[in-house]
């Protein structure tokens, strides 16, 4: 039953996560209303298109994981009494997935990109692609940092559902 618990923690862990997404992509379309509003230079004017697409990705991200946590979490404690142990079977399966996923993803291409978008901004004297750079890192920063909190999350999800399976 303490597994059900801790399962039902983490997907609403999962959820909050999910409405963070959705708020750093409505601060992004903000930031570009603003800049299509009150951007008078170049480079602010250079920043719209960007920052839009960026908070557009985000909102969808965010509603996406949002819907499919919730959806998860309804049907969390009767695929439990189920069958509990295929339930544990198939999280340990699940959850090694996903942090192999944040290895591999998160954590190795996010910041090889940020590097080649760093690179980019001081060689390219083009408003539009330094603007492109500059919302790129923004973006998987923002990216970084939620996913790292989620690696955590389901690292001691997967502590306990390791534990608990023996």
Same mark, same amino acid.
Request: aromatic share 14%; glycine share 4%.
């Given at each position: 039953?303490?597994?059900?618990?801790?399962?039902?923690?983490?997907? $609403? #862990?999962?959820?909050?996560?999910?409405? +963070?997404?959705?708020?750093?992509?409505?601060?992004?379309?903000?930031?570009?209303?603003?800049?299509?509003?009150?951007?008078?230079?170049?480079? /602010?004017?250079?920043?719209?298109?960007?920052?839009?697409?960026?908070?557009?990705?985000?909102?969808?991200?965010?509603?996406?994981?949002?819907?499919?946590?919730?959806?998860?979490?309804?049907?969390?404690?009767?695929?439990?009494?189920?069958?509990?142990?295929?339930?544990?079977?198939?999280? =340990?399966?699940? &959850?090694?997935?996903?942090?192999?996923?944040?290895?591999?993803?998160?954590?190795?291409?996010?910041p090889a990109i940020i590097a080649i978008a760093a690179?980019?901004?001081?060689? &390219?004297?083009? /408003? =539009?692609?330094?603007? +492109?750079?500059? &919302?790129?890192?923004?973006?998987? &920063?923002?990216?970084?940092?939620? #996913?790292?909190?989620?690696?955590?999350? =389901? $690292?001691?999800?997967?502590?306990?559902? $390791?534990?608990?399976?023996?």
């Amino acid at each position: 039953m303490e597994l059900l618990k801790f399962a039902i923690e983490w997907t $609403k #862990d999962e959820i909050f996560s999910s409405k +963070i997404f959705i708020l750093f992509g409505i601060l992004f379309i903000s930031a570009s209303i603003g800049f299509w509003q009150l951007g008078k230079t170049e480079i /602010a004017k250079a920043f719209i298109y960007p920052t839009l697409v960026s908070g557009i990705l985000l909102l969808m991200a965010g509603f996406g994981f949002y819907f499919s946590n919730k959806s998860r979490l309804s049907n969390i404690e009767s695929n439990y009494s189920g069958n509990p142990s295929a339930f544990i079977e198939s999280e =340990i399966v699940k &959850t090694e997935k996903i942090m192999n996923s944040y290895e591999n993803i998160a954590f190795k291409i996010f910041p090889a990109i940020i590097a080649i978008a760093a690179f980019l901004i001081i060689s &390219t004297d083009k /408003a =539009i692609w330094r603007a +492109i750079c500059i &919302t790129v890192i923004a973006f998987l &920063t923002v990216l970084l940092v939620l #996913d790292i909190n989620a690696n955590a999350r =389901i $690292k001691n999800y997967h502590k306990e559902l $390791k534990q608990i399976k023996k």
